[in-house]
């Protein structure tokens, strides 16, 4: 059974936001800005390719209730979901990073060979 779904289970504790039936939000272990929260679906998906419109349909509003919950709707945070390999996922269950409570950087986040779409 994946990392993910032991949290789930309550095998594997986490410091958890918020739940519902279908959907569970925790802070990352290793948080990389003053807020970093992982939102994951309780049913095993395996990454965002894998989603249905209906499930994406359903962890919109609970993202969105929790950025207002924490206070992030207005000053704004930032959604990121890594998808596989290159997209750099190291756990393979979905989650929705949501990063905030600073002005976030924008770093580069692969060599200059980007610029060659330009
Ligand atoms: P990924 O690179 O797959 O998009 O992100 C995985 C995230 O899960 C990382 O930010 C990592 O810090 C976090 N993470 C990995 N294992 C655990 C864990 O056991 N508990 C919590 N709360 N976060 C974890
Ligand atoms: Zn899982």
Known sequence: ?????QIVKGEIPCNKV???DEFLAFHDINPKAPIHILVIPKEHVEKFQDTTPEMMAKITPFIQEIAKTL???????????????????????LH????????LTWPQLAPDESKKYL
């Open 1 to 5: 059974m994946c990392i993910f779904c």
């Open 18 to 20: 918020y739940e519902n």
């Open 71 to 93: 206070e992030l709707d207005k000053r704004g945070y930032r959604l990121i979901v890594n998808n596989g390999d290159d997209g750099g996922q190291e756990v393979m269950h």
């Open 96 to 103: 929705f990073h949501i990063l905030g409570g600073t002005k």
